[in-house]
């Protein structure tokens, strides 16, 4: 089971109804308030108390993780479909562009998840592996064919993609700083 599935376990009807409306609910908040917003905001709009948002959900951290998950399975299928692209440098430009859009979808989206990429304590890091695990076959591969710089690891260019300036408006990537930092890849 993934950190982000802590009480999605049950077969009980009422009980899957209960987990799917909190994340439905919290995606709706953290797409209106950010991912910092007040647990008592997805309580109310899930309709279920405390104690059952907690029970699905034990931290934030854990819900966070849980609604990462689309994401991350979405970037780990991106990453594996791109490894056999004739062009790995443009495979890789494409990944971290799709990268950075999935990271910037709820506003501080991204700093959680650059702060969860390396620490495994985190339900975050563990729910990021297996997108991290193919986005890291991919950068080897470029790599490989000395396409990207032999001095930065897969993971601190996750990092510091998920660490870029955000506009505020948006809560998008600022340009033109994933240019600058794709175009620094480059040997």
Known sequence: MSPGQVGAKSSRPDARRNYDAVLAAAKKAFAQHGTDVAMEIVIQEAGVGRGTLYRHFPTREHLFAA????????LDAKARELLTAPDVSEALEDWLRLYDRCATEYPGMSLRVGDGLTDDSSPVGPACGPMKSSFALLFDRARREK?????????QVLA???ALPKDPSTGKTAAPCLAVVLDGLKP
């Open 160 to 162: 510091l993609i998920a």
């Open 67 to 74: 609604i990462m998950s689309e994401r991350v399975d979405e």
């Open 147 to 155: 396409r990207v710089r032999a001095d930065i690891s897969a993971i």
